[in-house]
């Protein structure tokens, strides 16, 4: 028999799951959608309201008793949008309140450990994003990237994007997911595109591209080359540090 | 497109690519308002050329003119070879068009010796200079200093520069006046002694101002050509060793000799880069910088030279059997780091995990630990009695050799990434 609790699929909503389960003493086994097909053999089900003073009490609780670094981790997993995510932050969060002492160096426990694991992944792929995007200046001087990281990271990125970029207009959109990013000098705003013409094959149509944007990734290609030292080559180590599904974005590695 | 620039770049990158002493590691700087650009702290590789090195900077030449003649590289004044030159506003701009589209996290400025050392650091100067005032240019900028340079120029490039370098190129001075007839350890020492003066200056200033300019806020680095001469392991590693001893250097880079100028005589002929020592080497640094080791524990008179077979920690390890077995969980952190199998991440959770409880096996290896290496050097009460003392130092040596246990020092910077 499963208990379950149903939830928009938001972070605030998880978070007012936990204040929930906390408040009538009872806790899933099981997170659900609303709407989702219900199991068969389902004991009981809540529907958690998501509601920002649950969350943030929750959340305030949580800054309390946990490091900077695994609140971040804890926003690192939920944005690897990987199905066992959610209920993983679940008992993770539960853990963290049940026990009297800091557990979030307890690297024996299996949830700490999963945590850890999980978002050192989606760290890994945040940092990927900050690696590898390459610009590609419009004619409307609108620096824009395509990008598809494996888990929803650009979120993730977007501090180091502004703090980095701040003087010019450049945008970030993620073919994977349909969305993205624009930045107008003031602010970040979140975009999706509507017109089909904007990309092709998942790359930026060259006919929006600025005129000298050309002229600048020939000259990368060949600064590119230029400094290959022949007598090292060693392409296993190139391939393992820029794994080749991302070449395809990036222009040195285009003939 | 202007053809010459596309010229001039492919030359003077081909020139300037034998200088691995890039990374653009050591400041942390926000962006200002108006600017752009920031430093991240860790190094940013954005991209990995065929050789499977991490492209961070744009490393370039000013000029590869020289009047020097130094046997090892490429631009020495008695090759004939087409010389060029940029303008300062040529490279300024290149630079932040390249940053602009993130395929840089900044600059690595070097160049031939044009007319003099002190002249040649004015004209890279005024690039640098032109980067940070006109450009607003705020991102990473390393930046060479010619051996010979006088104190007040190196002062200069320090105001703008994030890192400055003096490379060393030949460990040992007899073969350096062999081979660079022009340079001795002098040129090469004052510089750099000007450079921490600078920084530990810089201190006491900022100490007094809190808005004093930052004077090198990443240290200076060097670098030493492995494999040209006649020096053996053990004279790189202590003269690393004693170049660290100042707190403003920061990295040492080793450079397997490739061979660019056959016919002259001076050089030993090679077949093929000596990639091998010089990992073996990068991982004798880390041991150094990370792992708590002295020059002398890991060579000395007796053995001048790193094991090419096996990492140096556990070459180290075996050497010293008398050290372990280790307790995992009563050891010491510098003890637990001398473990073979155990990096420094995975010792610093060991510390923090064994608080919640014992550590055994299975915890370890959650952990990260290697324990088809840590094995031989833990006490246990799960695995039956089998360390170093009972299998043999032979035998361990003869079963853990040759699989690297550290990073290649690429892979060092990446993972900087998450450790912060
Ligand atoms: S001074 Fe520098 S550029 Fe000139 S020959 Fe010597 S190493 Fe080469």
Redesign the pocket.
């Known amino acids: 028999m499963m208990s379950i609790f149903y939830y928009d699929k938001t972070f605030d909503g998880l978070l007012s799951v936990v204040f929930d389960a906390y408040k009538i003493k009872y806790f899933p086994q099981a997170l659900l959608g609303e709407g989702d097909v219900e199991p068969m053999f389902m004991e009981r089900g809540h529907t958690t309201v998501t509601d920002p003073n649950k969350s943030d009490r929750v959340w305030a609780a949580l800054c309390k008793k946990l490091s900077k670094q695994a609140l971040n981790h804890i926003h690192h997993v939920w944005q690897s949008e990987r199905p066992e995510a959610d209920y993983l932050i679940f008992r993770y969060i539960r853990k963290v309140i049940d026990s009297p002492h800091s557990i979030e160096t307890d690297f024996t426990d299996e949830d700490v450990m999963s945590m850890l694991q999980l978002a050192k992944k989606v760290s890994k792929d945040t940092m990927h994003l900050i690696e590898f995007v390459r610009f590609q200046k419009t004619k409307e001087n609108i620096f824009f990237s395509p990008v598809a990281p494996d888990y929803n990271a650009l979120p993730l990125a977007l501090h180091h994007f502004i703090d980095r970029f701040a003087d010019q207009q450049w945008a970030l959109y993620d073919i994977r997911r349909g969305y993205g990013f624009y930045y107008n000098l003031q602010r970040v705003e979140e975009i999706t595109l509507p017109d089909e013409n904007t990309l092709i094959n998942g790359n930026i149509n060259p006919m929006l591209l600025a005129e000298d944007e050309q002229k600048f990734q020939k000259l990368w290609r060949n600064y590119f080359k230029a400094i290959t030292i022949v007598e090292r080559i060693n392409k296993r180590q190139q391939r393992q540090h820029m794994p080749a599904r991302f070449w395809h974005l990036l222009p040195e590695m285009q003939n | 497109m202007k053809e010459s620039l596309l010229h001039k770049l492919t030359i003077l990158a081909e020139s300037a690519k034998y200088d691995v002493s890039c990374s653009s590691s050591g400041t942390t700087r926000s962006n200002k308002a108006g600017a752009i650009g920031n430093t991240s702290g860790w190094g940013i590789c954005h991209s990995f050329t065929e050789d499977g090195r991490c492209v961070s900077l744009l490393k370039i030449l000013l000029t590869n003119f020289?009047l020097?003649?130094?046997a090892y590289?490429v631009?020495?004044?008695s090759n004939d070879i087409e010389r060029v030159a940029f303008t300062p506003r040529e490279l300024a701009e290149l630079t932040i068009e390249f940053y602009r589209r993130n395929y840089i996290e900044g600059l690595f400025l070097s160049s031939?010796?044009i007319k003099s050392p002190d002249h040649t650091m004015e004209k890279m100067l005024r690039v640098v200079k032109d980067l940070r005032t006109l450009y607003h240019f705020n991102g990473y900028i390393h930046m060479k200093t010619i051996p010979g340079a006088s104190q007040e120029l190196v002062h200069q490039a320090g105001l703008y520069a994030d890192r400055l370098s003096v490379n060393l190129e030949i460990p040992l001075e007899q073969d350096l006046k062999l081979l660079?007839p022009e340079k001795d350890h002098q040129s090469v020492y004052k510089p750099m002694h000007y450079i921490q003066q600078g920084m530990v200056q810089n201190l006491e200033d900022r100490r007094k101002f809190r808005s004093a300019p930052r004077f090198a806020p990443a240290g200076q680095s060097t670098q030493i050509i492995v494999g040209a001469a006649k020096d053996n392991d053990k004279d790189i590693l202590h003269l690393s060793s004693a170049l660290y001893q100042r707190q403003s250097m920061k990295r040492v880079y080793y450079s397997g000799y490739i061979p660019v100028n056959t016919y002259d005589k001076r050089l030993p002929v090679v077949k093929d880069p000596c990639l091998k020592r010089e990992n073996r080497l990068y991982q004798a640094d880390w041991l150094m910088r990370f792992y708590q080791f002295n020059a002398n524990e890991i060579l000395d008179d007796k053995n001048p030279y790193l094991d090419l077979d096996m990492d140096p920690k556990l070459a180290w390890a075996i050497r010293h059997p008398e050290r372990f077995p280790v307790d995992v969980n009563t050891a010491d952190y510098a003890t637990i780091l001398r473990i073979p199998g155990v990096g420094v991440k995975s010792a610093k959770m060991i510390i923090m995990a064994r608080k919640h409880g014992r550590l055994n096996l299975d915890g370890l290896k959650k952990i990260g630990v290697v324990l088809k290496r840590a094995q031989y050097f833990i006490t246990n009460n799960e695995l039956s009695h089998y360390t170093i003392h009972e299998a043999t130092p032979e035998y361990v040596k003869s079963v853990l050799r040759d699989t690297p246990l550290l990073p290649s020092p690429a892979q060092q910077q990446l993972s900087f990434g998450f450790t912060e």
């Open positions: 020289c020097f003649d130094c590289c631009n020495r004044r031939g010796v660079a």
